[in-house]
């Protein structure tokens, strides 16, 4: 170094430790689309697709595969709900979170950009392993991933008003996770301008002026424990308020300003995050840049390559650019090769070569297949390249065209006998699934029957496959340069059919639509899983899952060029084979919405030892509006190089021809996926084409074998099914064999059995690895990574280890510190004197106590092997009532006492009502001293008493009035009957005292309803059924004989039931005046009514409807009922309900709407009364702005109006809410109740006490929904029954026509939207809007397939309604009374019957699909009933009770008979029901567990399909999926059957969805 050097590096030095400053933009680590960031979609509350990780991250304890990216400032390992459940909350949110600035953050109309990757790149790495030594200098870390994530000029979500315009303020900051396989270190950045806003205001904080500061930290999330309940994880928090948000560029901690470091996950043992403590502030110097790093050599110089002869390649070959770490590798490559031999010639006898054996000095019994000669330039890589991000060949290497004239040289390679491998030696190279064989030169590997492949790599025969992988290089497109950067590659065959799917994602434009044409990229599964024809074997048969694909792509006219390299490189623990792809050179351009087609074709692929190669030349069509149909033609030259067994036996190929008979690509823009679809056959060349009527199905693909069976051909048509291997069944439908659970498995010690589909796999037991065959598990010496701290020994034991301090030093060996000369405190001398128990070796599960840096015992202790926990005092002493058992929430010792019990909470609440005063003669419960419910209540006004069980609930008979002996409520009773509960219901009614004059039943000593009730005030009798319903024609009045119930008589019918009520109204008395139907003889309505007071007469259909435009006034002919009529428009309808309003008399001054010719609504209407008009919609709906008071002009109706702001008045929400903030004093704590309600003012249907888990549903008025409270994480799945407002202009009501084929049904809110199925796969691009229904909220949703209608429940109106798929099909209401919740709704097809839930009055009820013949199945032993399904051809129902207290799924015939309980243990909130017809197995989706199974109808077979669901409500099942919808996703997820494949479908739309059908375009 020269002195000038040396003088500046000194003055830099000076710099940099005299001043500090903070880190400049364009220092911060290197991001945008340049550097292959995937983009963040626009908006105020964006979540990223998921992002799977290439290699798992731990955070926290636990290791995770993906990540989320919100507009949020945050980062979560889950999906994220919406922001409104978190984004104005403080720390700790209740799902793990990554948050440099978790504020509310707004990117839409292009207010900043956010940009995210994952990367392996060696700069980003290296820099990364530099900052994390400067914050932990002790620290071993290597990173071998990076994840970078950066918010530039965002902006605050600001609501803008007249007199505030935006601020401007803007916000750049970046988060770099760097992590290995055991440790994970976060790097937050903060630029010297980057920070302008601290906080933001919450959304409903309407004109309080307050700011929220952002949120930095970490948070592990709510954990499970027990079976489906959460406690709160750990946290850390860097922000506390706004100065410490500004600190964030002020200061560091790692030396510079802006930069901070964390330790946010270890896979062995972690507690909490740790900062870095090399603290930075901010002062003003000269900028000193960030050292450059560059990229270092590779050490693994093993995979060595056949070399080219140069004097060989093409001088007109296009010459790529290789990415910077590849140039170098090879320039190091060339560095370290020994003088005057070339850097990639293979040794002669390395280790691992599979040398090709001299045919003269093999004995006769192994020269049976002469070898094919090679192409004399063929590139040949015996190991596949290891290094990720490096094309597997050198930049010179060539793609060769296979001549015959060439020789090959046998003797590249000697064989000698001394280094002879054999199965003894080195079996452990075969798979699981093969056997070894030797043959005289070495040893060759075998695929076992039942599997495929070379023998290293075996697979089940006919099971489905997958393929994962990344896709990297660069391609120009018209002259730009695109970098794709470790974009996911996914790809499934069904081997069974030879049809391979590809997809992959993240493709930005311009060249996803440049690649369609690129087919060969996923032609290359297509090749390896072909079905093959006779005398034939696919790819994957003879190279297995190591190999190198090399092809080279030519487009004509233009001459662009592309590389392709695929490197296979082996198995992952799921069985899958893992490719990656690297890209190189130029492509058409293809005008943006373009359609590339593809005609079938054939390939011929020639075989030699080690080498497969094939050209051909392909033309394909592109369609674009620009350009109209244009013809291009490419050219492809490949090779395929592999490990080939020489000593054994060979398959004697020499040629073959791959058959691509359908080819499908195509672009999704808004997905950015490119896909290719390939339906591939390969067998010999030169077999001719059979007439299709004379091909088997098996290779026609025309069976209907299950997608894991194999088709095996017979003679002519004739086939037969197979299951795959590990698979059972009959071949149509199978099902994969667990051979872990059936024992069948070959795990030895310190191992067990993981299942995979068709097969399993071994893993080690913790703290034991694969030795070096593969197979046995040995243990792992821990203390060679130095675990324990410097001054402790470490002894090793089988799966374990132990740190102890050394003499002279005190601590858990993890760390130590020297005595001091102070003695030991109690605390070190107790713990001590366990950890050296038994000759210095601590007992095993033994307590050992937990102390503090001072020697003091910590205020927590925990037993490490039970898991319990308790508080103790200063003398380690545990203090009475702390001791929590394991996974359940841990005490805080630092506060004195427990927390109120529901008891206390509910005694207090009702004490303190009013301002604090409890109300007079009001109920107050009594608690015992551990503040539960005593178990037996007295009310101090009534003198009531009773007994109740631990949740304070009454125990059914066991209230005694004043005066009488009380009950043992020691004494276990039988639950009340439904008419014990009818009867104590009423005569408790006001305070305790029965309504006089009111009906009150009758209950025998059993407790059922006595046969024949009477009522005491009005002397009426009657017969009732076991249920308590009166019997159709059994009423009698005073004085009369009373009917003798004893003999069985028919059920009322609906007109019966309606002309009775009416006649009985007021206590018996029919109401002066009012309509009374008229009934036939079999209790019919007759088709012509008539009203007796005012004359009118009309027509009615079945169901006493009025028929439209049949009314006739008195004195006029009346019409012939018997003649079909027009049904009634909304119009009518509305109007006829107003004028017979009160039995049949229209309300005095009451407005009636005005209908047209045609039945439809005048666009102008008026009230007789009051005087005023204004102008409707179609729907009769008031535009708003057109009211007229009298005596002014009116509007004209036909001109649109602007509609003036309104202040609307303040909801019974809100003023309860006010009042109730008035009596806490402007200052409710966390304990206070303060109704929650939305941007309405209505009640939310959630209502918790303050910002605790204690939650319940509640209705449209606020009052509680019984069953609903929940004491979990898991919030009660509540319904709301406000419908939101809509804005106008309103959509049509009718129906917009669905497309053709099959699709989904889901009901959102005010509509009921359509996805399209693509076989299973949903069609988003074509989802549209079924029908609109403002003012509706739509829950459970059927479909009939015989007469191709809809039905659904609306919440809000509190109706059944129906609609016809035809185009302009409108709805109808074909149920309208007596519904209260209707939910979960069933269409049976076969009986034309319908079912449905009503979940306030907890019954399940049916009728025809007309609504008729209406009845209640079921009213007892209900709580909140929510699905139903019905199984039409066993006439099987099944439905869902999600009461939080006892969970349930339940079963019945059609007709109600034979009820019992289904699933009753290990459920928590069962939302979802579908039957599966295919499995015939019943299928719940649970909120609460997270779960979704499956069962038999018989209650056998229980099995997990999924397990880690975020918020399912409504499910269906078809094919070989389940699709459902989901409450945090507010979407649809699709879930295959074998766990394999998810999608998900986000309406534009954002609310939740409820009830899911399939609606197929002909009965299933």
Not at 255 to 262: A, C, D, K, M
Not at 1081 to 1109: K, L, P
Request: charged residues 20%; aromatic residues 8%; contains cysteine.
């Amino acid at each position: 170094m020269t002195w000038g050097k040396t003088a500046l590096f000194f003055l830099q030095l000076f710099w940099t430790v005299h001043h500090v400053t903070a880190i400049h933009r364009h220092d911060i680590y290197p991001y945008g689309m340049f550097y292959g960031d995937v983009t963040l979609q626009e908006g105020d509350d964006e979540t990223s697709e998921v992002i799977t990780l290439t290699k798992p991250m731990y955070f926290y304890e636990a290791s995770f595969t993906i990540l989320y990216v919100a507009t949020n400032g945050i980062i979560s390992t889950q999906d994220l709900p919406m922001e409104k459940q978190y984004v104005d909350d403080g720390f700790p949110t209740d799902f793990p979170v990554i948050a440099p600035f978790l504020a509310d953050i707004d990117t839409s109309k292009g207010k900043g950009s956010i940009f995210y990757r994952q990367t392996e790149s060696p700069t980003v790495l290296k820099r990364a392993e530099a900052d994390v030594r400067r914050g932990f200098p002790d620290a071993t870390f290597t990173p071998t991933h990076a994840f970078v994530a950066t918010w530039e000029n965002v902006s605050a979500y600001e609501e803008l008003t007249r007199s505030s315009g935006p601020s401007n303020r803007i916000n750049t900051f970046q988060v770099v996770l760097a992590y290995n396989e055991k440790d994970t270190y976060a790097l937050f950045l903060y630029p010297e301008d980057g920070l302008q806003f601290f906080g933001t205001r919450p959304k409903e904080s309407y004109n309080v002026e307050i700011e929220l500061p952002a949120r930095v930290g970490f948070t592990r999330g709510e954990l499970s424990y027990f079976f489906f309940s959460r406690t709160e994880g750990p946290y850390y928090s860097v922000t506390s308020n706004e100065q410490s948000v500004k600190n964030l560029y002020q200061k560091g901690n790692i030396g510079e300003p802006g930069v901070w470091l964390f330790h946010v996950g270890n896979g062995y043992s972690f507690q909490n995050v740790v900062p870095a403590q090399h603290e930075a502030v901010l002062t003003k110097a000269p900028p000193v840049r960030d050292a450059v790093f560059p990229d270092e050599d590779y050490t693994d110089t093993d995979e060595d390559e056949y070399p080219i002869d140069p004097e060989l390649e093409d001088p007109t070959t296009t010459e790529f650019l290789e990415p910077e770490q590849d140039s170098s590798l090879l320039e190091r490559l060339n560095q370290e090769a020994p003088f005057g031999q070339s850097p990639l010639q293979p040794s002669v006898s390395g280790p691992g070569e599979f040398p090709h054996p001299d045919p003269r000095n093999l004995p006769p019994e192994d020269v049976t297949q002469p070898q094919r000669p090679l192409p004399k330039h063929a590139i040949l890589q015996v190991y596949p390249n290891r290094v990720k991000d490096v094309p597997p060949h050198p930049s010179g290497g060539q793609v060769f065209s296979v001549e015959e004239k060439v020789n090959f040289d046998s003797g590249v390679i000697h064989y000698s006998t001394d280094n002879k491998e054999t199965c003894e030696r080195l079996q452990q190279q075969c798979s699981q699934n093969a056997h070894c064989t030797d043959y005289s030169t070495g040893f060759c590997c075998h695929c076992n029957s039942g599997f495929y492949g070379n023998g290293r790599h075996c697979l089940p025969n006919g099971a489905p496959h997958r393929v994962n992988g990344k896709v990297r290089g660069t391609v120009l497109v018209g002259g730009t340069a695109v970098q794709l950067d470790s974009i996911d590659l996914h790809a499934y065959i069904v081997v069974g059919d030879g049809r391979a799917y590809t997809a992959i994602s993240e493709v930005p434009e311009p060249v996803g639509w440049a690649l369609m044409p690129v087919a060969p990229i996923g032609g290359l599964f297509g090749w390896l899983f072909a079905l093959e024809l006779p005398n034939s074997l696919n790819g994957f048969s003879i190279t297995g899952a190591e190999f190198t694909r090399r092809a080279d792509v030519t487009f004509y006219p233009g001459n662009q060029r592309l590389s392709i390299v695929q490197t296979a490189t082996g198995l992952d623990t799921q069985n899958y084979l893992n490719v990656d792809t690297h890209l190189q050179g130029s492509v058409p351009f293809i005008p943006p919405g373009a359609t590339v087609q593809m005609e079938p074709f054939k390939d011929t692929y020639q075989y030699y030892p080690s080498l497969i190669s094939s050209s051909s030349a392909r033309e394909f069509t592109v369609v674009s509006a620009e350009n109209g149909a244009e013809t291009l033609t490419f050219q492809v030259k490949q090779n395929i190089t592999y490990r080939d067994c020489s000593h054994g036996h060979r398959s004697g190929l020499e040629t073959q021809e791959l058959r691509m008979e359908r080819i499908f690509v195509m672009y999704v823009k808004e997905e950015r996926i490119l896909r290719y679809a390939i339906t591939n056959k390969i067998g010999p060349l030169g077999a001719g084409e059979p007439e299709p009527e004379n091909v088997n199905p098996c290779y026609s693909g025309n069976h209907d074998c299950d997608t894991t069976a194999l088709c095996v051909p017979g003679e002519g048509q004739l086939f037969s099914c197979q299951c795959a291997t590990g698979y059972s069944g009959d071949g149509r439908n199978c099902y994969d064999v667990d051979e872990c659970a059936e024992g069948l498995s070959s795990c030895g010690a310190h191992s067990h059995c993981v299942n995979l589909p068709g097969s399993h796999r071994c893993q080690c037991e913790s703290g034991f690895e694969f030795g070096f065959d593969g197979r046995t598990c040995q243990d792992v010496d821990e203390c060679r990574d130095q675990p324990c701290h410097a001054q402790a020994l470490c002894s090793n034991g089988p799966g374990s280890f132990q740190c102890q301090c050394q003499p002279g030093y005190h601590g858990d060996g993890f760390q130590c510190h020297p005595q001091n000369g102070r003695p030991k405190t109690q605390c070190e001398q107790h713990r001590d004197s366990l950890q050296s128990g038994n000759g210095g070796v601590p007992p095993v599960g033994g307590f050992i106590p937990q102390c503090d840096e001072e020697g003091q015992y910590r205020s927590q202790q925990c037993h490490g092997s039970t898991g319990h926990c308790w508080c103790v005092d200063s003398r380690g002493q545990e203090r009475a009532g702390t001791r929590t058992p394991p996974g359940t929430p841990r005490r805080n010792c630092d506060e004195p006492g427990r927390p109120k019990t529901q008891c206390e909470q509910h005694r207090d609440s009702l004490q303190s009502e009013n301002g604090g005063v409890p109300l007079v003669g009001g109920f107050i419960p009594q608690c015992d001293e551990e503040g539960q419910y005593r178990s037996q209540q007295c009310h101090g006004s009534t003198g009531h008493c009773w007994c109740v069980d631990s949740r304070g609930q009454e125990r059914a008979g066991t209230r005694t009035p004043p005066g009488t002996p009380r009950m043992n409520c020691d004494e276990p009773g039988r639950p009340k009957t439904q008419c014990e509960q009818h009867r104590d219901s009423l005569q408790s009614g006001n305070g305790g005292v029965p309504l006089v004059g009111g009906f009150i039943p009758q209950c025998d000593e059993e407790g059922q309803y006595r046969s024949q009730q009477c009522h005491g005030s009005t002397g009426h009798c009657w017969c009732v059924d076991s249920r308590g319903q009166e019997r159709a024609g059994t009423r009698t009045p005073p004085g009369t004989p009373r009917r003798n119930c004893d003999e069985p008589g028919r059920p009322k019918t609906q007109c019966e039931q309606h002309r009775d009520s009416l006649q009985s109204g007021n206590g018996g008395v029919p109401l002066l005046g009012a309509f009374v139907p008229e009934c036939d003889e079999e209790g019919q309505y007759r088709s012509q009514q008539c009203h007796g007071s005012t004359g009118h007469c009309w027509c009615v259909d079945s169901r006493g409807q009025e028929r439209a435009g049949t009314r006739t006034p008195p004195g006029t002919p009346t019409i012939n009922c018997d003649e079909p009529g027009r049904p009634k428009t909304q119009c009518e309808q509305h109007r006829d309900s107003l004028q017979s309003g009160n039995g049949g008399v229209p309300l005095l001054g009451a407005f009636v709407p005005e209908c047209d010719e045609e039945g439809q609504y005048r666009s102008q209407q008026c009230h007789g009364s009051t005087g005023h008009c204004w102008c409707v919609d179609s729907r009769g709906q008031e535009r708003a702005g057109t009211r007229t008071p009298p005596g002014t002009p009116r509007m004209n109706c036909d001109e649109p109006v602007i509609v003036p702001p309104t202040q609307r008045p303040e909801t019974v929400c809100e003023r309860w809410r006010a009042s109730l903030m008035q009596q806490y004093g402007g200052q409710p704590n966390s304990q206070h109740y303060l109704p929650q309600c939305d941007s309405s003012g209505e009640f939310n249907p959630v209502q918790c006490y303050g910002d605790s888990s204690y939650c319940w549903c509640v209705d449209r008025n606020g009052r509680e929904v019984q069953g609903t409270r929940s004491h979990d994480a898991v919030k009660p799945a509540c319904i709301p029954t406000v419908a939101p407002p809509t804005m106008r202009p309103l959509p049509r009501p009718d129906v917009t026509p669905p497309p053709a084929g099959t699709f989904l049904l889901y009901a959102q809110g005010q509509q009921i939207g359509v996805l399209p199925l693509n076989g299973t796969q949903m069609d988003k691009q074509r989802s549209s809007v079924l029908l609109a229904l403002h003012g509706s909220i739509v829950v459970g949703i059927d479909y009939d397939c015989r007469e191709r209608k809809v039905y659904w429940t609306d919440l809000a109106g509190r109706t059944i309604n129906r609609a016809s798929l035809e185009p302009g099909s409108e709805s109808e209401i074909i149920i309208n009374t007596a519904l209260t919740s209707p939910e979960g709704l069933a269409v049976d097809v076969a009986r034309r019957r319908l079912f449905w839930v009503d979940s306030t009055p907890d019954k399940i009820e049916t009728a025809n699909l007309d609504g008729s013949d209406r009845r209640v199945l079921f009213q007892k032993d209900l709580v909140n009933p929510r699905a139903i399904i019905v199984d039409s051809p066993t006439g099987t129902l099944y439905w869902t009770d999600w009461n939080r207290e006892a969970p349930k799924i339940e079963s019945s015939s059609v007709d109600g008979q034979n009820r019992r309980v289904l699933v009753q243990d290990g459920i928590g909130l069962p939302n979802a029901l579908a039957y599966d017809s295919t499995t015939r197995q019943v299928c719940w989706a649970d909120a609460g567990t997270k779960r979704l199974e499956c069962i038999s109808p018989n209650g056998t077979g229980r099995r997990v399909v999924h397990s880690n669901l975020n918020y399912p409500f409504s499910m269906v099942s078809f094919a070989n999926h389940y699709y459902y919808t989901d409450w945090r996703r507010d979407g649809v997820i699709a879930l295959s059957r074998d766990n394999q494949s998810t999608d998900e479908y986000l309406p534009d739309q954002r609310s939740h969805l409820y009830g899911i059908t399939v609606a197929p375009p002909h009965c299933l």
